[in-house]
């Protein structure tokens, strides 16, 4: 089993920056990815970023491009999302997620990802 722990949501003004953490911890060698996503009441849980453990490749949804950075820290297990320049259509519960996903095109989607975290709570006021 793998539990991921997120941190770093709460309430930002329009334009402003907020930094996600995931913490993952317990059997992570079982996993070579990790995800964020987001879910608004209604909707799907759609994805937002993606990074491999090994090499750090990485894959972005086209509505946080050039706004929001994933990186990692392999020593701490630990993977980030730097999210600049929000926008109140950001508004959402971000929960990340970890997985053994196979080629580049699985980062998407969410059924290839085995843990997902609780979720924290991103609010963008305009």
């Known amino acids: 089993q793998v539990q991921l722990v997120e941190s770093g949501g709460g309430l930002v003004q329009a334009g402003g920056s907020l930094r996600l953490s995931c913490a993952a911890s317990?059997?992570?060698?079982?996993?070579?990815?990790m995800g964020w996503f987001r879910r608004t009441p209604g909707k799907e849980r759609e994805f937002v970023a993606a990074i491999r453990w090994s090499g750090g490749s990485t894959a972005y949804a086209d509505s946080v491009k050039g706004r929001f950075t994933i990186s990692r820290d392999n020593a701490k297990n630990t993977v980030f999302l730097q999210m600049n320049n929000l926008k109140p259509e950001d508004t959402a519960v971000y929960y990340c997620?970890?997985?053994?996903?196979?080629?580049?095109?699985?980062?998407?989607?969410?059924?290839?990802?085995?843990?997902w975290g609780q979720g924290t709570q991103v609010t963008v006021s305009s």
């Open positions: 317990g059997r992570t060698s079982s996993t070579n990815a």
């Open positions: 997620a970890a997985g053994l996903l196979g080629s580049f095109s699985s980062y998407y989607n969410n059924q290839n990802y085995n843990y």
